[in-house]
C-alpha cells in the first residue's frame, strides 16, 4: 500500500471515503479495492459502458491526493507512445550546437533527452500516483505485452538506461468494456472484478448525491423506468452516467413546466444512443414511463 493510501487500511474507512465523494460502492468492490490497496496489485475491472469503472480511479486520486494518470487505449497504440520516448528534434538541436561550438556531443540517450509516457510518469512518481489504463480491451492484444513486465513488477526497462523501477508503487486501475477478451498473462497479475448495475437503493443515492435538486419521488420514479429499460433487449444497455444524466435532463424540463413522465421521454437523448433502441423505448413508453 502506497504511503498515500495507507490510512484506507479498513474496508470501513474506504467504503466512507469513496462516498464522501459521492461514489457508492457495493459490497464487492469496497472489497476488490481494498485488497488491491492493501497488496498491491493492479486492479482490472470490467463491466457494461457506465457503470463506473474509469471513475474509481478518478475517486482514489481525489481520496489518496495522488496525481491521476490516465492512459486511454486505442487500436494502433505502441509502447513508445505508452512508455516514453526519445526527443529526437532536442537530441539534433543538442547535435548541432555541440558541432557549431565544437564540443563533445556527449551522451544522446540521457535523462534530459527523454520524454515521459504515462507509465514512466507513474514509476517515476516519487510520491506515487494513479495509473488508469483505460479500455484496455481496445488496444491491440499485441500491446498487452508490453504491460506485463510493469504490472507485475511495477518497472521498465529502457535499454539505453536501464531499468527503472518505481521507488512508491503506482495504485493501477485498468478498466476493460469486454469487447475482446484479455491474455491470460495480464489478469493473472491483476485483482479482477466485474462491476454490475447498481441495486435500486444505490442508484437513488447515487442519483440524490449527483443531483441535489432532485426530489425523492422523482428518484423512485427514474430508477423504476431505468430498470425497465435495462430489462428490455437494447442493443446497449444504458448504465449509471446515462441515467445521472437523464435525471438532469429531465430536471431541467421538469422545472421548465413539463409533467415528470413527459420530461422524462422528451429527455430519451441522454439516456438511449441508439435509433434501434430509441424506437423500442417508444414502442413500451406506457408501460415504462406510465407509473412514473
Known sequence: MTPAASWLSHERELAAA?????????????????????????????????????????VLSRVTGLE??????FEGLDSGQALYEWDYPKQLLHVRVAESRGEDIGDLYREEFLLRRPLLR???????????????????????????????????????????????????????????E???????????HWIAFPEPDRERAILRAAIPGLEDRAADGLVRAVERVRRLPLLK????????????????LAEGGS??????????????????????????????FGGV
Open 237 to 252: 444497455r444504458p448504465g449509471i452516467a446515462e441515467s445521472v444524466e437523464w435525471a438532469r435532463g429531465a430536471l431541467a
Open 259 to 288: 409533467p415528470w413522465p413527459v420530461a422524462l421521454r422528451r429527455a430519451l437523448g441522454l439516456l438511449i444512443k441508439d435509433e434501434e433502441d430509441t424506437r423500442l423505448l417508444l414502442e413500451h413508453a406506457e408501460e415504462l
Open 18 to 58: 469513496l462516498a464522501g465523494e459521492g461514489y457508492f460502492a457495493d459490497e464487492g468492490l469496497c472489497t476488490a479495492v481494498h485488497l488491491a490497496l492493501r497488496l498491491g496489485r493492479p486492479l482490472l475491472l470490467e463491466g457494461e459502458p457506465g457503470v463506473g469503472k474509469t471513475e474509481v480511479a478518478a
Open 182 to 192: 484479455l491474455h491470460d498473462a495480464l489478469k493473472r497479475r491483476c485483482l479482477y
Open 122 to 180: 507513474a514509476v517515476r512518481a516519487e510520491r506515487g500516483a494513479v495509473l488508469l489504463i483505460d479500455e484496455i480491451d481496445r488496444a491491440d492484444s499485441e500491446f498487452e505485452a508490453f504491460l506485463l513486465e510493469f504490472l507485475g513488477d511495477f518497472q521498465i526497462t529502457i535499454p539505453e538506461l536501464g531499468t527503472v523501477r518505481a521507488g512508491t508503487p503506482p495504485i493501477v486501475v485498468l478498466t476493460s468494456n469486454r469487447t475482446r
Open 68 to 73: 491521476l494518470i490516465r492512459l486511454q487505449c
